[in-house]
């Protein structure tokens, strides 16, 4: 598959979060005509400077774009954007492209999806994995809903912010599968808390254990790229928390409409929700190991 830009095709980032801001620098780095646009000023300066331009509003952005990613915080905002007053759909002509990075509900997106069609405008929702390490080096997995044609034309666009991008199925279906890795994560973390805290707690060389343990079963992205945070009690912003909540309830939700039963990822909501409480929802997502070390004496 091709990972170069069309040179005909307009490219559109709206969402210059910790995440967003990355991902349209590797945009712009990859060589496609980037218009850039965010809610709050003042997050564009870096970008310009490589060579993107500034739109005004959302709907300014439509309009000077054929294809537009959008990366925001949750559904009542990428609602906003796409749909609210100068919002993208004012601006965007029929058989333009939304390529929506947010993680939400599937429920939304398939009706945000719907509500643009009836415009003529196609959308596919790509939400990403990998932290904002993943954005910055463009290594990001990414979890596509769409038709063929539609995820076939977002291609070059998805490869220059990520390294593994799959096709799982209709609109939604990236969403859903975002909600899985989410749900796998607050285990991961939880047993990864658990075992520095053992650790610790035997007097042990962590940082130790933890080399040893890389290699083996144990082995993780969160093991390697996380566990040095929960050792040391610090956790700068990687992705924070209280989107990692966020996140959770989405899995939660679509778990009792299925009947599953996910009693990890409830206890790990659980435990973050008390981590919000004390005024760490900011703290990276490892901050999941403070409630697990203060119950363990540390």
Known sequence: MTTQPSP???????????????????????????????????????LIA??????????????????????????PQVESVLFGEMGLAAGLAPGSLVIDCSTISPTKVTEFAARLAERGIALID?????????????????????SEAD???ADGVLHAMGRAI??????????WAKAINQVILAGTYLGVAEGV??????????????????????????LSNRAQRMIDDDYPIGFKIELHR??????????????????????????????????????DNAALARPIRRLSGL
């Open 50 to 75: 490589l060579g993107a331009t500034e739109a005004s509003s959302a709907a300014e952005l439509g309009a000077a774009c054929d294809v537009v990613v959008t990366c925001l915080t949750d559904s």
């Open 166 to 175: 799959t096709h799982l199925g209709p609109v939604g279906a990236g969403q």
């Open 126 to 146: 790509a939400p990403v994995t990998g932290g904002s390490e993943g954005a910055r080096l463009a290594t990001l997995t990414i979890l596509v809903g769409g």
């Open 8 to 46: 005909s095709e307009r490219i559109g980032f709206a969402g210059l979060g910790t995440m967003g801001v990355h991902m349209a620098a590797n945009l712009a780095r990859a060589g496609f005509s980037l218009t850039i646009w965010n809610r709050t000023p003042g997050r564009a300066g870096d």
């Open 197 to 222: 805290v053992l650790a610790l707690k035997a007097g042990l060389d962590a940082e130790k254990v933890i080399g040893a343990l890389e290699g083996g079963a144990a082995g993780s992205w969160v």
């Open 246 to 283: 966020k996140d959770l309830g989405i899995g939660l939700e679509l778990a009792k409409s299925v009947g599953a039963v996910l009693p990890v990822t409830a206890l790990a909501a659980t435990f973050e929700d008390g981590v919000i409480a004390q005024g760490h929802g900011s703290d």
């Open 151 to 153: 995820v076939a034309r």
